[in-house]
């Protein structure tokens, strides 16, 4: 991106780096914790994909935990793993206390197994540990941020929202490739988004509607 000449704009598709770039000169060169906060974690979820090495995502594509048995794979004299079939995770899009996450729930059977399972015939992973394979991504304080955009909240915000949601989409389709993503389910940041969006438009509707039967009763008064 060109900074020169370009000052105090974004690009068409901007990366989290432009974002951030922007945000610093439309507020006298700094992030603002929040802001920082929420940016900082989708760092973290777009890096996972490049060069996390112990993440969730990279456990649950490691071949190495397939049960091959079950999947119809094998393993060849150069121990390189070949194995059609994918095994099977349900993705949910999750609003927390903590923000929003993105969670993967694998298969016994056609049953979706949400506990600690090791050498389970039935599963289609030699290991599942929910509390190191369950979450993919979390955005913390999403549900805040959102809030805050709609109250105080510039241009930078609203991208950085836009570019969560973007993430969270690479995220999936990631999965997808890389195994059989059963269905996606739960509320997306564009769905939290336009909900929060609704409700405040709805909120000050409601306000123009009391300050106008207000109007209305003290004109009364005044006959």
């Avoid at 959102?146 to 973007?166: N, S």
């Avoid at 997306?188 to 123009?208: C, N, S």
């Avoid at 509607?209 to 009364?220: P, T, V, Y």
Wanted: hydrophobic fraction near 35%; charged fraction near 25%; proline fraction near 3%.
């Amino acid at each position: 991106m060109s900074q020169g000449g370009n000052r105090h704009k974004l690009p068409a598709n901007p990366s989290l780096k432009d974002i951030n770039w922007y945000k610093k000169q439309i507020n006298w060169g700094e992030l603002p914790p929040f802001y920082h906060m929420v940016s900082q974690s989708l760092g973290e979820s777009e890096g996972m994909l490049t060069h996390g090495f112990d993440t969730a995502v990279k456990k649950i594509i490691d071949k190495r935990n397939w049960n091959l048995s079950l999947l119809g794979g094998y393993m060849d004299d150069n121990n390189e793993i070949h194995c059609d079939n994918k095994p099977r995770i349900a993705l949910y899009q999750v609003f927390s206390e903590r923000g929003f996450e993105l969670h993967a729930i694998p298969y016994a059977k056609d049953q979706e197994i949400d506990q600690y399972v090791k050498g389970n015939r039935l599963m289609e992973f030699n290991l599942w540990d929910p509390l190191s394979m369950r979450l993919l991504l979390r955005v913390n304080q999403l549900h805040k941020f959102i809030g805050y955009y709609f109250e105080h909240g510039d241009d930078a915000d609203f991208a950085l929202i836009l570019h969560a949601h973007k993430t969270v989409h690479k995220v999936i389709q990631f999965m997808q490739q890389y195994t059989n993503v059963t269905k996606v389910e739960g509320m997306t940041i564009k769905a939290f988004f336009e909900a929060q969006e609704k409700r405040l438009g709805q909120a000050d509707a409601d306000a123009l509607q009391l300050q106008g039967l207000r109007s209305g009763i003290q004109g009364e008064h005044k006959k």
